[in-house]
């Protein structure tokens, strides 16, 4: 089966801290995972895929195949970083399957 | 300029009606999709639609009808509207491929009273 699980339902950190927001998958084939992210009041967007292995906002991700996971860090946590992020897989045909989502809250 | 435009934002009706969401994209994609967000903000898949074919109908009540009148509008038209409806619905689109971007409209806010 296709799965994304995302354990925590809410994250809160405060500014400065170290954020880990947690994913693993269940896919059969080779994965391509991305993380997306949906603040306040805004559309949902990219925020980076792993086929990139780039930083986005100060945020990386690695695919670990073994642990089948795609953890989203950030070292220093700021307050523009609260949002609604969501780990997804694209397994064929372009569709996404989304976890369930963390809700980021990062306090001054 | 809005890549991906959905109408209306909010939309609030009776529990019986029938409703339509629009969605268009000028980012010339071929690909285009319907997502659901429930209360808990879980996103799932709907429908995906390349080159105005259906490709993905995932498990949805046939109340629910996609229409692709060419690849840059992708409709959703609900029927007989419950309350177990009430969601965000969003649409989406991207280019043909695995690991494309999608891009998402805002969103619209469906009550079903």
């Known amino acids: 089966a296709q799965r994304v699980t995302q354990p925590e339902k809410l994250l809160s950190v405060f500014k400065g801290a170290p954020v880990e927001l947690k994913c693993n998958y269940s896919?059969?084939?080779?994965?391509?995972l991305f993380w997306y992210v949906q603040y306040s009041r805004q559309r949902l967007q990219l925020l980076l895929r792993?086929?990139s292995r780039e930083s986005i906002k100060g945020f990386t991700a690695d695919l670990n195949k073994g642990e089948t996971s795609f953890h989203l860090k950030k070292p220093f946590a700021q307050e523009e970083d609260s949002a609604m992020y969501y780990c997804?897989?694209?397994?064929?045909?372009?569709?996404?399957?989304f976890g369930q989502g963390t809700e980021l809250s990062v306090k001054p | 300029d809005t890549a991906v435009s959905q109408t209306p934002k909010y939309l609030v009706t009776q529990m019986g009606n029938d409703k339509s969401i629009k969605c268009e994209q000028n980012?010339?994609?071929?690909?285009m999709y319907w997502y659901k967000q429930d209360s808990k903000k879980f996103l799932k898949i709907m429908f995906s639609?390349?080159?105005?074919?259906?490709?993905i109908n995932e498990t949805v009540p046939n109340r629910f009808s996609p229409k692709s009148p060419d690849k840059a509008h992708l409709n959703l038209h609900i029927n007989s509207l419950e309350l177990g409806d009430s969601a965000v619905y969003f649409c989406?689109?991207?280019?043909?491929?695995?690991?494309?971007?999608?891009?998402f409209g805002q969103g619209t806010r469906l009550t079903v009273v």
């Open positions: 980012l010339g994609h071929d690909t």
């Open positions: 989406a689109s991207s280019r043909t491929g695995s690991s494309s971007e999608a891009f």
């Open positions: 639609y390349n080159n105005k074919e259906l490709i």
């Open positions: 997804a897989l694209t397994p064929q045909g372009g569709k996404l399957i």
């Open positions: 792993h086929i």
């Open positions: 896919y059969s084939g080779s994965p391509e």
